[in-house]
């Protein structure tokens, strides 16, 4: 049964990579989060640590076959490495080198007014509510995932700190493979409501997500073209 939900965890990296060729930057969480679940439990609900190691080195292989076959492909299309459009090696040089418009860039990616993640989903911010639920109820493991993916992302587009925001667009769509995690997130946070039944809990749940339903209506009503001369005419290689 774990070899199984290994076998589909792998598949479904491998889409979220032919998706979006970023979502490699989070293997390494991924495989954090992994490792941490397989090491909880005691007694019989724990594998041995073979088959512990010997999951992890499965779904380390198989997404390598993933990034490989990607590789090799865009190798033959566009006749150099590349994941997507970008040079892998002139990413990862450029990964592991900070500069002050890198830290620019990742100061601005949570609340810029005009591209902020949590600026365009307010909704989001109550998921750090989460975090002192969990640390409570210590359930460590759903802390990992959120926590690790954030910092890994922006540190991920930071390195195009010319135009981290994404370009003519409403919000940060660069950020949009992440926010199906940080909506996993809430799930605390709905559970904390569940069991108060606090009106005024509920109200203010309520009035956030309001707000994050209104920022969207916003998007859908104003013609991109018409939002997008307005960048331009901000900056002209937005």
């Not at 007694?43 to 512990?52: D, H, I, S, T, V």
């Not at 922006?154 to 940060?172: D, K, V």
Request: glycine letters at 8%; a positive charge; aromatic letters at 14%.
């Amino acid at each position: 049964q774990r070899l199984i939900y290994a076998v589909l965890a792998a598949a479904s990296y491998g889409l979220a990579i032919t998706t979006k060729e970023t979502m490699f930057a989070a293997l390494p969480v991924l495989l954090l989060v992994g490792a941490w679940y397989l090491s909880e439990g005691k007694g019989p609900q724990r594998p041995p640590a073979r088959q512990q190691i010997g999951l992890l080195i499965f779904v380390t292989l198989a997404s390598a076959a993933v990034f490989g076959l990607i590789l090799l492909y865009n190798s033959s299309v566009l006749g150099y490495l590349a994941l997507g459009s970008r040079r892998v090696p002139d990413f990862i040089s450029t990964f592991f080198a900070v500069t002050p418009e890198t830290w620019n860039a990742m100061a601005q990616m949570p609340f810029n007014p005009g591209k902020g993640l949590f600026t365009h989903s307010p909704i989001l911010l109550l998921s750090l509510f989460a975090i002192p639920i969990l640390l409570r109820r210590r359930r460590f493991g759903e802390l990992l995932l959120p926590l690790l993916l954030v910092p890994v992302f922006m540190r991920a587009y930071s390195t195009a700190y010319w135009i981290w925001w994404g370009g003519r667009n409403w919000g940060p769509r660069y950020f949009v493979p992440l926010l199906p995690f940080l909506a996993i997130a809430l799930a605390p946070v709905l559970q904390y409501l569940l069991q108060r039944r606090s009106r005024a809990l509920w109200a203010g749940f309520a009035m956030v997500a309001a707000l994050s339903l209104l920022v969207q209506i916003g998007g859908l009503a104003v013609n991109l073209e018409l939002f997008a001369s307005q960048l331009t005419a901000i900056r002209e290689d937005a």
